[in-house]
């Protein structure tokens, strides 16, 4: 590590202790997601956010955390509200130490994707590739996932135990998401371990492990330049070929667009449909009554599914950028300041859900926020819902007496993914 990126380093380690402190003084309260507790339960925080300081200034954070349903669904259906990080007063300090340590640049790469962009960049991009997810096409997908299950499943079967993770959460949405977008089989492993790698830029570890992401990552897009060019020359029934399609137009897509949005495709869908698996396992079997409610009725499935994605879904949180100074509920965000919006907060709002804290299947009218809202509303939804209800369904239906193995579960290390890293089950 050279002289400048040290500096960059303690001056980064030395402002989040001033931010923190100054935050406490203001409101008692400090937003610290990479604290170890909030792995394990985030949710007594939360509710103390909710109850205390729903409106919390952050000093860490750059703005504020909001963790009510009104105010999180508020900000969330308002496009006037940026996704943009360019739009963040603290994005070029952040971006310039980034480059000073070797890490790409989220919006000079492939790396920006629609996620973090606006109208008309975002609007034309979804465009392209929302075809590809309607709930028709999806539906479509449903044989296929379900024989998917059924293999991974299979090679468990004989065993009387499986680590839930590496047997069936993790490998199941990589395999179909490689099949839709046009991964050859031969493929897959290698295309796996890519994936693995190159999200590790996106998690919180130290800089060590964000320069193997950030490798990971490269070797990833080169390996989708080569698909790319292969579907040029002899185009298929897949994804990449539509979008070779779409770019080939003119001015629709440009290549730097096409690699990044394969690679969001990739990295939004894979560890958070795992966590979710993961973290719905663990909530039914911790809750043996609700999973005997399912076992006895598989017809509530589809209402448990969403039940789950409120009481723990994975994605914590998202955020939002003021382009002008605005009111959020009594309070003033500045221009450039960010919004952090606790979407797993909101989904234990008792404003909304009556006794937000319980588990319970067949709750009617579940309007979670799991997903998002409004925009950016997440565009692997119905695909998520279908390998969790079939993952789900399947491990209680061929596992009666199931059981967690091992009741110390190791949770991922990541402010916006919650979820645990293995879960030992036996039956
Ligand atoms: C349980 C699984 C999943 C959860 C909880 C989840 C959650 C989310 C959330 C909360 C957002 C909105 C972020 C924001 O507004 O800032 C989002 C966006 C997105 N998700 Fe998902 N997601 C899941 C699975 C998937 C899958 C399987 C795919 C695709 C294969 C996918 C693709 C996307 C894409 C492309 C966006 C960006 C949409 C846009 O910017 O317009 N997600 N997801």
């Known amino acids: 590590m050279g002289m400048r990126q040290r500096v960059d380093r303690w001056q980064t380690i030395a402002e989040a202790v001033v931010r923190a402190a100054h935050e406490r003084l203001e409101s008692g309260i400090v937003f610290l997601p990479v604290r170890k507790q909030l792995r394990v339960d985030p949710h007594p925080f939360y509710r103390t956010l909710r109850e205390r ?34 739009n963040w007063s603290r994005f070029p300090t952040y971006r310039a130490r980034g480059a000073r340590a070797g890490l790409p640049d989220p919006y000079e790469t492939h790396v920006a994707s629609m996620l973090r962009l606006d109208a008309p960049d975002h ?23 379900a024989l998917l299950v059924d ?17 069936l959460a993790a490998p199941l949405p990589v395999i179909v998401i490689a099949e839709l977008i046009g991964v050859p089989a031969a493929d897959h492993a290698r295309f796996r371990h890519l994936s693995d790698e190159a999200v590790r830029l996106l998690g919180d570890g130290p800089l060590e492990e964000k320069l193997r992401g950030a490798a990971g990552m490269r070797a990833l897009q080169d390996y989708f330049a080569g698909i790319v060019a292969e579907r040029r020359a002899r185009p298929r029934a897949d994804l990449v070929s539509a ?17 990044s949005t394969l690679v969001l495709l990739l990295v939004a869908g ?8 993961g973290n719905a396992v663990l909530a039914l079997l911790r809750n043996p009554g609700e999973l005997e409610r399912l076992r006895a009725d598989p017809g509530l499935l589809p209402n448990a599914v969403e039940e789950l994605l409120r009481y723990d879904g994975p994605v914590q949180l998202t955020s939002r950028m003021a382009r002008e100074d605005r009111e959020v509920s009594g309070r003033t965000a500045r ?25 319970d299947v067949a709750r009617r009218d579940v309007r979670h926020v799991a997903f998002g809202q409004g925009i950016h509303f997440c565009l692997g939804a119905q695909l998520a819902r279908l390998e969790a ?6 491990l209680v239906e061929r596992f009666p007496g199931l059981r967690v193995a091992d009741p110390n579960v190791p949770w991922s290390s990541n402010t916006v993914l919650r979820g645990p890293e293995r879960l030992h089950l036996a039956w």
């Open 123 to 145: 609007t034309r991009l979804r465009s392209l590739v929302s075809k590809a997810f309607t709930p028709r096409a999806v539906e479509a997908m449903r044989p296929r996932v």
């Open 335 to 359: 221009k450039g300041e960010q919004v952090v919006l606790l979407l797993a907060a909101a989904n234990r709002d008792p404003a909304v859900f009556e006794d937000p804290d319980r588990l």
């Open 151 to 167: 293999e991974l499943l299979g090679k468990v079967g004989p065993q009387r135990g499986m680590e839930l993770v590496a047997d």
């Open 243 to 259: 979008l070779v399609a779409a770019e080939e137009q003119g001015d629709r897509l440009s290549n730097a667009e096409l690699l």
């Open 389 to 394: 209800t079939l993952a789900i369904g399947a």
């Open 53 to 86: 300081d729903p409106v919390h200034r952050s000093r860490l954070a750059g703005g504020w955390v909001l963790s009510r349903y009104e105010d999180v669904i508020g900000v969330l259906r308002d496009p006037s509200w940026s996704s943009d990080e360019r």
């Open 270 to 277: 894979n560890e958070t449909t795992t966590k979710l698996i």
